[in-house]
């Protein structure tokens, strides 16, 4: 048994629907803003909507108690915040280190669909690269 039939065992089907089209919407855009990020005329915008977009995986995880998704979510909504206070392109490490979270979110997105466990997150990726660079 997976994470979907934990979600659908628990939660309202309707919930649980809504959750992973929203959740799936939220993947797909994530790469593409992610390496607007090193563009100085996209830099707010795509902070401020990668921040929207992990607050809310943060959010409906918490509530449909999806543990390590809420946990990494929180995490780099902290990251993002401190983003947003500056304005300025982010360094190559900060793109390749939120690429490497997009590719996390993926990878659940498709152990949701396959009922699967979550996969583990990486060690590596709860290191924050340097975001004063």
């Known amino acids: 048994m997976g994470v979907r039939s934990d979600l659908d065992a628990n939660f309202d089907f309707e919930i649980v629907d809504e959750f992973l089209d929203h959740y799936s919407m939220m993947v797909d ?11 100085p005329n996209m830099y707010k915008r795509s902070t401020d909507e990668l921040f929207r977009v992990f607050h809310n995986i943060k959010s409906a995880s918490g509530y449909l108690k999806i543990v390590p998704m809420n946990k990494l979510a929180s995490f780099v909504e902290d990251a993002l915040e401190e983003l947003r206070k500056r304005n300025t392109p982010v360094s190559k490490e900060t ?7 997009s590719d996390t ?5 498709d152990n949701l669909k396959l009922d699967n466990e979550l996969t583990h997150v990486k060690f590596s990726l709860l290191k924050l690269p340097d975001l004063d660079d």
């Open 105 to 109: 979110f993926a990878a659940w997105h």
């Open 29 to 39: 855009s994530m790469e593409v803003m992610i390496i607007d990020l090193s563009k």
């Open 95 to 101: 793109v390749d280190w939120l690429l490497e979270i």
